[in-house]
């Protein structure tokens, strides 16, 4: 049984979001958020928030989750020596999660172990977290976003970030990194797993830092090792790890407007320079392996090198260590590890594309895994915004999960407002690439919400809608009465002209007259027109813009 | 001398954004906002703010702006009986707006008398409007973008319209729509203009509707011409006109997710099936041509049929619009009318390109004008950013100005805030494409704030950003105290690591040592690692990311 620091009292949030509950499927008990539409139809969407919107469950944080995925974990044997979803998959095991995952997305569990066999999935699942509901990360699969929280030495407290935790997976954060960096790591990060049901990543090298009083240059490969295992025993996910940061490379940051803008990157960098020797990560990551393979914990191999800004974007040294991460991907997969690769940063839009395709290229087309891009460097405040429009371009392009940006990002620390920005605003840079890959579940929500907005069901309308809280309360800043919610019109054009209603007219008299093709239609409107001008030439005239 | 109806007082914001003044250069005294830097550099942006930030200018509401066109025009003669922008051009005239154009744009005016004479851009400038400073939308020119505003019977006054003009150019619209419906629409529309430095572009459809009391079957040609007549008079610089709205194409829309979502659209669609006749605007296209001729207004087409949601885009009725629009283009061009074409609407990525290329191929490549598009459909209350996704990548496929979108999109009338915030997002989706597109000075800008971000000029990064107040705030809500704004460290990381300080180190050992190669550089490094040692190995460690 979990024992949590009684002194700490999170306050999560609980309960459905508005119009939504929780629905579990099948024998492997997969959650889906079921929105139920007033015409009687529902819509079920992928849902990351755990028990925290059943309202069934019993949460007691202190407790911590359910271990769901005991059992499984408990009933396994390895195949050739290994426990990782990546040996299983190769082996043509078809784990629980795989067939969770499937479930999850829609698709046939076999193109998920296929994913998983070649390498361009991953299931990030540590043996030691099996509070976890399985997602696949992918770029055959739903894009998925990350939120990252973690405290700092001054700001902010363990329950604020279990607090952030719940809140940013509310709102359809499919994993979240744990970046603490002050006092209490390890609790903060005991607290974030036992009640996390999406995988937790961190970076190791933030804690092992701690441990020598953040003098970089004093950290060596036992410290670091000593962390990771440490890390790895109380369940995280996945890790980064800047084993790609080279002494060789760090000179071609040298004339960059922004240098290394990496926490770990530097950290890296400044050791290597120090002591003039190839980075510990590097020479040892043979038996880092070996670790993240006994736990099948998944590697993140970080872009220590990324650009932090538009004009340093698709440089050598960039480009560089992505040719690193290349090999070193080859050397995990080879010991039946799963890999993701980070990526930028801050890239003009006609330079993102080449990010992907030289990634995979390099890297044996290993999930990647990108922060934002910012597609310009001018709108600090607003780069949960700049970073979108590159996020949603770098995932059409076969990017398989993004990291958020706040709009703090720059400028301080998120709030649990801005984690709330961040992860709605990620979602719509996801599920807009979902569109353009023609993902074949993706366009459902899309329609069903723009049905609902030609039928004028406006309670419909914001339940379907990522942020139904935000939608409703704008549309009643305007008109605040209940009526108004079911009225055809809205302020836009107000009740003398509203909306739409011809062409739901024109719709109507087709269907009614079995108008199927085009020929026939324009037959029929010809006598629609008599028509309608025989009834008073009454009409409804639509929306807001020219 | 104006005089605008002294019961009207609008409050309107006046002084520079923070950390810049106005300056203006030339002989045609071009305005640039200049801001100044700590190092003693400063970078001149482009200005559409009008003599609002300008600290010497006298502002009165009442009387209006100064004409600073009006010798420009007094002085003119027609040539092939024309006075537009166009006939102009196509002489081989450079005109004051064009001169005014290129000084704007750093560019040549042969590129702009170019550019205007091929159709491939616009300058709206109606004689009429000699309160206004030119600017040019072409897709060879910087991205523009527009804000719509404009009073509904109910919720809005006159007066708060102006402070919205004023507001909306401050942070950088350059042009703005009147979309007012409700009363006093001429009175509206004569404040806004007289105030107004940016093209000032309306839909006359709605005031004619308001003359025939919101009954479309009731309106007719000579209703139609005389409102536009009266908006020609008034000095409207560019109007939308629905004339690609055809009878046939109506029924295409007959099995559409969302019907005719175009106000415009719809009421000429009503018309047209009411009368069973081809629409009015398309009959007298001719007629029209010749009032804008006289006065040279732009045409801006307006894409009735355009796409109402994900479902709908790129579909027959939206591409046989565009056709018809192609047609009207070239009878407008013949007349030495200048003609932009609107754009959809909602899009999903993959299918983004595809009305670029096809609005440059059936319009001969006339300026496109879209609205947004929006990526999604599914985030209601965020259409600011699913528009801006959109909207960047169309820019960039080859779109000359934005009409931006505000968070109330589909849900209510947008305010003051709302108004800001889509201004600032379109400025960011307009400005990345015109790094994407490679425009020769869009980069300075990032570069200036990235350099100062490394060098923790935390002043100038406030004051290089498109929003420098909101980016204070943000700094301020967790580091307020002053001396933070030259600390060389912030909110993420702290004073005990930060930040960046490691690169700025090599970097300044590179410049010493005269390391220009990555050779040398490499060789430097090696020395560098030995004297950083002696240093005592202190470093500093940048950022928040991992």
Not at 99 to 104: E, G
Not at 474 to 496: I, N, R, V, W, Y
């Given at each position: 049984m979990t024992s949590l620091d009684a002194r700490v009292s999170p306050a999560v949030t609980t309960g459905p979001i508005i119009g939504s509950h929780k629905v579990y499927l099948g024998d492997l008990q997969v959650p889906v958020r079921r929105i139920e539409l007033t015409d009687g139809d529902h819509l079920d969407v992928y849902d990351t928030s755990g028990p925290y919107t059943d309202d069934s469950a019993t949460i007691d944080v202190h407790s911590g989750l359910r271990e769901k995925r005991a059992d499984w974990?408990?009933?396994?044997?390895?195949?050739?020596?290994?426990?990782?979803?990546?040996?299983?998959?190769?082996?043509?095991?078809?784990?629980?999660?795989?067939?969770?995952?499937?479930?999850?997305?829609?698709?046939?569990?076999?193109l998920v172990r296929e994913e998983v066999a070649a390498g361009r999935a991953v299931i990030p699942v540590n043996r030691r977290h099996p509070e976890s509901e399985p997602a696949i990360i992918g770029k055959k699969f739903l894009v998925k976003i990350n939120a990252n929280i973690g405290n700092s030495a001054v700001t902010s407290s363990i329950a604020e970030e279990v607090d952030k935790l719940v809140w940013a997976i509310r709102w359809g954060a499919d994993t979240v990194m744990d970046l603490s960096t002050g006092k209490r790591i390890h609790e903060t990060r005991e607290w974030l797993l036992r009640n996390s049901p999406v995988p937790i990543g961190t970076v190791p090298i933030y804690q092992a830092l701690e441990k020598v009083d953040g003098d970089p240059t004093e950290l060596s490969w036992e410290i670091y090792r000593d962390t990771v295992l440490e890390q790895c025993e109380q369940g995280v996910d996945y890790m980064t790890v800047h084993a790609g940061v080279l002494l060789r490379y760090v000179p071609l940051t040298a004339k960059r407007v922004t240098g290394i803008v990496s926490r770990g990157g530097s950290i890296m960098a400044a050791w290597c320079l120090a002591h003039h020797r190839e980075s510990f990560l590097y020479r040892h990551f043979d038996e880092l392996c070996d670790i993240f393979r006994s736990y099948d914990v998944t590697f993140s191999l970080g872009d220590g090198l990324r650009p932090g800004s538009i004009a340093d974007a698709n440089d050598a040294a960039q480009f560089a260590e992505l040719r690193t991460l290349g090999e070193l991907t080859a050397i995990a997969r080879a010991k039946d590890v799963q890999v993701m690769i980070e990526g930028p940063g801050h890239v003009p839009m006609h330079k993102i594309v080449e990010n992907v395709r030289l990634e995979e290229e390099l890297c044996g087309e290993a999930p990647f895994y990108t922060l934002g891009p910012l597609a310009t460097d001018i709108a600090p405040a607003y780069d949960h915004i700049t970073s979108a429009i590159g996020a949603a371009m770098i995932a059409q392009a076969g990017t398989a999960m993004l990291c958020y940006v706040t709009p703090k990002e720059h400028l301080g620390l998120p709030d649990r407002d801005d984690v709330k920005t961040g992860v709605i605003t990620y979602k719509i840079a996801a599920h807009a690439a979902d569109l353009a890959k023609q993902h074949p579940h993706a366009q459902q929500r899309d329609d069903a919400l723009s049905k609902a907005r030609f039928e004028f069901r406006w309670i419909d309308q914001f339940n379907l809608a990522l942020d139904p809280d935000t939608a409703r309360s704008?549309?009643?800043?305007?008109?605040?009465?209940?009526?108004?919610?079911?009225?055809?019109?809205?302020?836009?054009?107000?009740?003398?002209f509203c909306a739409m209603k011809i062409t739901q007219d024109v719709r109507r008299y087709a269907d009614e007259h079995g108008l199927t093709d085009e020929a026939a239609i324009a037959a029929g409107m010809t006598e629609k027109s008599v028509e309608f001008a025989a009834r008073g030439n009454r009409v409804y005239l639509p929306t807001i813009q020219p």
């Open positions: 974990i408990a009933n396994r044997r390895p195949v050739g020596g290994a426990l990782t979803q990546l040996a299983y998959a190769r082996a043509g095991v078809l784990t629980e999660e795989m067939r969770f995952c499937a479930l999850r997305e829609g698709v046939e569990p076999e704008f549309h009643d800043q305007t008109l605040p009465a209940e009526p108004a919610k079911t009225a055809h019109f809205c302020s836009m054009c107000g009740p003398k």
